[in-house]
């Protein structure tokens, strides 16, 4: 888990926000605490946004805070579709 965690922090410093994709949701599939699933969660949208597709960034974070249950919305439908 560390190592994919350290691969994803690599990657989104040299802005590789598909690789850091790939990383985080090796991490999500196989976390079995929360605090591994927050670092991958971090990692996503921390690179997104500094890739500046910013757009992209606020869905997961949105999506993210939905699975944790942080966060309610009328308009889940619309980032949904991620």
């Not at 802005?15 to 994709?21: A, P, Q």
């Not at 500046?52 to 949904?80: C, H, P, T, W």
Request: glycine share 2%; net charge negative; aromatic share 10%.
């Amino acid at each position: 888990m560390d190592l994919h965690d350290a691969a994803a922090d690599a990657a989104c410093a040299l802005s590789d926000v598909t690789v850091v994709k790939s990383y985080s949701q090796a991490i999500l599939s196989h976390a079995t605490s929360l605090e591994d699933k927050l670092n991958a969660m971090v990692a996503i949208v921390k690179c997104l946004r500094m890739s500046l597709s910013l757009v992209e960034a606020e869905k997961y974070a949105i999506r993210f805070l939905l699975d944790l249950g942080m966060f309610y919305s009328n308009y889940f439908f619309l980032y949904n579709s991620i």
